[in-house]
């Protein structure tokens, strides 16, 4: 069973409490023995699902409990609370330290997706402007030193590596050497994928691992292969110091739940999941929100820290205009951009409670992210008096000449840009709705200083321009103005985000 089936399953066995008259013994052992029967199909291990059968029935005890208590909240913490013990071994996660060279060393199995993971780490730093670099020390699989140049060279991150030095445990330590000298904050040495019968390959990893004493040990660990993650995970262990776990190919299409479980188990905490192929595909893994994503819960708390990575709060020029109404091209423009940054639509998605990590399929995706390419392709072949016009799409309406430009420009039909100042207009016009509610910004800072009475008309206007399954997913109107009330509690500047991600749909 996939993670998203085996999400499903347990929060219809939690559904089950709500429906249920009375909250007695018979319908706890019911509700356990569905979510063990789902975890058992994901792949976890049995002997990890009887204990969390044990200590759910262990804190709920209906001899004990005084009247007038939820029993349905409880069972329902409960079972939250044994769901994160799985895979929470309970050990605080490494972090580098900025100012300073962090040498990071990947191990892990052959056909793991280890040289593309030490590129996603690379890159997810890089982001948050740290100096990074790669390291190939792989002198083992044909092919690896090219693999790892392709992958640095597209996503721009210096790498060392040799074709004719066969000795990874010099290539390493010259690597680390040369990039300690030149001030590099996040070194990532890639070393040979192994199996734990190869005795030669592992002391190799060991001696690599003495000539640069590493600060954090990675093991890439394939969800994939499922239970047997802990016995290789474990032989790791035992030879070198592994102190944090990536987990790659979680997707959707593997079962997950024996990887899952079995970090527990090295005592290394899980630091980011893999989903997919691309350098994007790339996630921080924290465990209370996976769990909360895996029930259809959301993660408030991923989405705000996603939105505040773009610093909206910087653009006080938009915050202003927004103040005032107005919404040109170029403020759209600079949406979809912030979009684009936010990374795949179907992870954001998963952040909003209410929304499964399926909600978009893959295809879907692909096509939302073409399109909002497309749409900006588009504005690409306008001057700056269209971007940056107030009259917007009136400008081009006066004069036809204008779309016709632009469509031969950007290599579009006419009817494709016309369609582009179309939805402009209307996201203007929610804009300008929005900064004509008087009193809804009463000066200073925009979230602080939203008047929460005027609110509810800011939402009703955005569910009219949402896509009605979009809205119903959330749980309509309640939902959304729920969502707001959240975002706003988190994440001051965040509105401009939301609206971004709200136009792009």
């Known amino acids: 069973m996939v993670l998203a089936d085996l999400g499903r399953k347990i929060t219809s066995a939690l559904r089950s409490l709500s429906n249920a008259t009375i909250i007695d013994e018979d319908v706890l052992n019911s509700m ?29 005890d209906f001899d004990e409990m005084a009247a007038g208590l939820n029993k349905r909240r409880m069972i329902q913490t409960a079972v939250f609370k044994e769901l994160v013990k799985l895979i929470d071994p309970g050990v605080k996660a490494w972090s580098p330290v900025k100012g300073k060279p962090n040498v990071i060393m990947f191990v892990g199995l052959q056909g793991s997706g280890k040289t593309t993971t030490c590129t996603k780490l690379a890159y997810h730093y890089q982001k948050k402007a740290w100096k990074t670099c790669l390291i190939c020390a792989d002198t083992f699989r044909a092919g ?55 005795e030669s390959l592992f002391e190799e990893m060991l001696q690599v691992s003495n000539a640069v004493n590493p600060d954090n040990v990675i093991y890439v660990m394939d969800a994939t292969i499922g239970q047997a993650c802990e016995a290789q995970a474990r032989a790791f262990k035992e030879k070198v110091d592994v102190a944090s776990v990536i987990i790659t190919k979680l997707d959707g299409h593997a079962k997950g739940g024996g990887a899952l479980s079995a970090v527990a188990a090295t005592k290394s905490p899980i630091i980011f999941i893999g989903t997919g192929e691309h350098i994007d595909d790339f996630e921080q893994f924290k465990t209370k929100p996976f769990i909360s994503k895996l029930l259809g819960m959301g993660d408030i708390e ?7 990575e773009l610093n909206l709060d910087d653009n006080e020029e938009l915050i202003n205009k927004l103040k005032h109404g107005e919404f040109t091209l170029r403020d ?4 979809f951009q912030n979009i684009m940054k936010m990374g795949p639509f179907s992870q954001i998605m998963s952040l909003i409670p209410g929304f499964g990590s399926d909600f978009l399929s893959k295809g879907n995706e692909q096509e939302s992210m073409a399109r909002l390419k497309r749409l900006m392709t588009i504005m690409d072949s306008m001057n700056d008096e269209e971007l940056d016009s107030k009259e917007g799409a009136k400008m081009f309406m006066r004069n036809q000449g204008r779309i016709q430009r632009v469509a031969r420009g950007s290599g579009v039909s006419v009817r494709e840009v016309q369609e582009l100042l179309s939805q402009y207009q209307k996201f203007a016009a929610m804009v300008k709705k929005m900064g004509g ?27 009219k321009m949402m896509d009605p399954r979009i809205l119903h997913q959330m749980g309509g109107i309640g939902g959304l103005q729920n969502m707001m009330k959240q975002f706003q509690q988190g994440a001051g500047g965040g509105l401009g985000g939301m609206m971004g991600g709200m136009g792009g749909k």
């Open 32 to 60: 356990l023995k569905e979510i063990c029967a789902a975890l058992l199909e994901a792949d976890v291990n049995i002997l990890l699902v009887k204990r969390l059968r044990e200590n759910v029935k262990a804190v709920i």
């Open 332 to 335: 759209m423009y600079e949406q």
């Open 144 to 198: 690896a030193f090219d693999q790892l140049k392709q992958n640095a060279t597209k996503a721009r991150i210096p790498f060392y590596g040799s074709y004719t030095e066969m000795d990874p445990v010099v290539i390493a330590a010259e690597g680390v050497e040369k990039f300690k000298k030149e001030n590099f904050e996040i070194i990532i040495v890639d070393t040979s994928g192994r199996h734990k019968q190869e």
């Open 302 to 308: 991923g989405l705000i820290d996603k939105v505040n």
């Open 437 to 463: 509610i008087k009193g809804l910004f009463k000066g200073g800072d925009m979230m602080k200083n939203v008047n929460q009475s005027q609110m509810m008309k800011l939402n009703q206007q955005m569910a």
